[in-house]
Every structure is written in structure tokens, then in C-alpha cells.
């Protein structure tokens, strides 16, 4: 379990490796499909009071691509286990601004994580980036490839940070993370974005700004098919965690076939649908996967 010692020793010294993989030596590029080369669709789907329903079938599903129906060739219902990764990510311009820091503030953000922790089987520890490092997107990078590699369908990269750039970083000299955004693109599982913040408004993230980090992780999460969302230390941070976590766990995980596996770097819209006779529900989910080029 993770506590508040572990997060001031992890911010002072190393990471803290992933339970589900050994990061070194893994090779870039995360593969877009599965076995038999299906396209993985998580769905989450809620009633309107926005509370996950996990009660439906395969039957209940409709799912399309390019507007045309496709054969649902895999599913995993919600509630299923789930290999979850977790990067924890901070600046020192941000909430915690010191390695040693104990408060109320560190201990609200490792609680937050430790929620987060819980939607997986069995729960990870955390990679956590050294206080102020600006290795956020090579550590991504590694997560995504070593997720990627392992067995089964129903997998979520987590990340919490204050999306701040490191202190000694300026907005001009911060380099585009454009092999870790790509490979979101191709992703076969969704990535979502934790802002841990003390503003109950939450930052503006912008490219070419001390918030450029959080703006690409955004992107990262919107292209895999994942969700970007705001938590507000001494607030409502324990909140979004939870419901984060309760998403994650009752997902539901569709494959199929595409019929156009060309290798065009092309994007094919994806569309899910619940059979009216299963009732009225609100979907999210992937809405186009790309097949990289070559």
C-alpha cells in the first residue's frame, strides 16, 4: 500500500516500478491490436445519475465503424479484472514543492493513487517520477510499450499530475513528446489524465507554456480514448479518484475485426450503441482508432 513515507522517499530518490512489468528493454511503438488483429473498444456506460451500470450483455451492444455495423468478436463484461498502470508525476511549482514534503497536500495526492490503485488486479504500486523531473513523457512512453505487451483485453494507463513543466524548464525549450503522443494514437487501451490542483478552477493548458505537459497529456488521453479529469486537493481529489477508479472497473471491453486494416495512418470512426430494449444509458467511450502507416 502506498502512504505518505513512500511518496516523500519515491520524490527524493527513484521510481517506483509498475507490479505488472519490468519497464527496461521493452521495444517502442505499442501495437494497436490483439490476438487475431481485433480492435479493442472500452465502454463505459452509465444511468443519469452517472453511476457505472454493469449489469448488460454482448447482446445489449451495438458497435459500428465507419458508420457500418460490425460482428462484436470479443467481450468482456464490466467488472472483470483489469491491469491497471500508474505514473505519478510532479512539479515543484505545483502542490508539493519540496522531496520530504509530509502534509495534508501530499497525503491527499498518494490517497488519491492509492483509490486509483484499486481498480486493478491485483492493485500496482505506482511509477513515480522524481519531484521536478522532466522524464514525464520517456516514462509514458515506457508504461505504454510495457502495457501493451501484456495478455488480455482489458488494460488502463492512469497518470496523476499537476501537468506543470518542470521548474527549470522553459515553455520554449520544451520538447514536443511527439513519439509518445503518436503511439496514443495507436493505443489498444485508454489513458487517463488525473489534474491534481489546489484551484478549485483547475489550469488553462496551452501549448508553449509552463502548463505545456498537462496539454499533451490531455491530448494523450483524448487520442487513446481515455478521460481527462480534475480533482481539487482538500476538496473533491478523494471524489474524482473514486469515481475514477469505479469507471476503470466496470468498463466493458468490445473487439472486432476491421474490415480496413490498411496501413494508412488514417483514422476509422468507431461508434457503440445500447439496443433500446436495455434502457437509456450515456456511453463513453473510443470513438476512432488509427492503424499506423508502413
Given at each position: 500500500m502506498l502512504n505518505a513515507r513512500n511518496v516523500a522517499a519515491g520524490l527524493a530518490v527513484s521510481f517506483l516500478v509498475l507490479s505488472f512489468a519490468a519497464l527496461p528493454g521493452v521495444?517502442?511503438?505499442?501495437?494497436?491490436?490483439?490476438?487475431?488483429?481485433l480492435i479493442y473498444v472500452p465502454v463505459v456506460v452509465t444511468d443519469n445519475?452517472?453511476?457505472?451500470?454493469?449489469?448488460?450483455?454482448?447482446?445489449?451492444?451495438?458497435?459500428?465503424?465507419?458508420?457500418?455495423?460490425?460482428?462484436?468478436?470479443?467481450?468482456?463484461?464490466?467488472?472483470?479484472?483489469?491491469?491497471?498502470?500508474?505514473?505519478?508525476?510532479?512539479?515543484?511549482?505545483?502542490?508539493?514543492?519540496?522531496?520530504?514534503?509530509?502534509?495534508?497536500?501530499?497525503?491527499?495526492?498518494?490517497?488519491?493513487?492509492?483509490?486509483?490503485?484499486?481498480?486493478?488486479?491485483?492493485?500496482?504500486?505506482?511509477?513515480?517520477?522524481?519531484?521536478?523531473?522532466?522524464?514525464?513523457?520517456?516514462?509514458?512512453?515506457?508504461?505504454?510499450?510495457?502495457?501493451?505487451?501484456?495478455?488480455?483485453?482489458?488494460?488502463?494507463?492512469?497518470?496523476?499530475?499537476?501537468?506543470?513543466?518542470?521548474?527549470?524548464?522553459?515553455?520554449?525549450?520544451?520538447?514536443?513528446?511527439?513519439?509518445?503522443?503518436?503511439?496514443?494514437?495507436?493505443?489498444?487501451?485508454?489513458i487517463h489524465f488525473l489534474t491534481v490542483t489546489l484551484d478549485r478552477a483547475g489550469p488553462s493548458f496551452q501549448e508553449g507554456t509552463n502548463w505545456s505537459t498537462g496539454y499533451y497529456l490531455q491530448q494523450m488521453a483524448d487520442f487513446s480514448g481515455g478521460e481527462s479529469v480534475l480533482g481539487q486537493i482538500d476538496n473533491d481529489l478523494s471524489r474524482v479518484a473514486t469515481t475514477l477508479r469505479d469507471r476503470i472497473k466496470n468498463q466493458y471491453v468490445l473487439g472486432y475485426k476491421s474490415p480496413n486494416m490498411a496501413k494508412d495512418g488514417k483514422s476509422r470512426k468507431i461508434n457503440v450503441k445500447i439496443n433500446p430494449s436495455a434502457g437509456k444509458f450515456k456511453l463513453t467511450f473510443k470513438d476512432r482508432f488509427i492503424v499506423p502507416k508502413g
Open positions: 521495444d517502442a511503438g505499442p501495437a494497436q491490436t490483439g490476438p487475431g488483429d445519475k452517472n453511476v457505472p451500470v454493469a449489469t448488460l450483455k454482448e447482446t445489449d451492444f451495438q458497435l459500428l465503424e465507419d458508420n457500418k455495423e460490425q460482428k462484436i468478436a470479443s467481450f468482456s463484461a464490466a467488472g472483470e479484472p483489469t491491469t491497471v498502470g500508474i505514473v505519478l508525476g510532479l512539479s515543484s511549482r505545483g502542490p508539493v514543492t519540496s522531496p520530504g514534503q509530509l502534509d495534508r497536500v501530499t497525503k491527499d495526492i498518494l490517497n488519491a493513487v492509492q483509490l486509483i490503485s484499486e481498480a486493478g488486479t491485483p492493485a500496482p504500486r505506482a511509477d513515480q517520477i522524481p519531484l521536478d523531473a522532466d522524464s514525464m513523457f520517456s516514462v509514458m512512453q515506457k508504461n505504454m510499450d510495457a502495457l501493451a505487451k501484456q495478455p488480455g483485453s482489458r488494460k488502463v494507463l492512469v497518470v496523476v499530475s499537476d501537468g506543470l513543466n518542470s521548474s527549470q524548464m522553459q515553455p520554449s525549450n520544451a520538447p514536443l513528446p511527439k513519439a509518445a503522443i503518436e503511439g496514443s494514437k495507436a493505443l489498444p487501451f485508454p
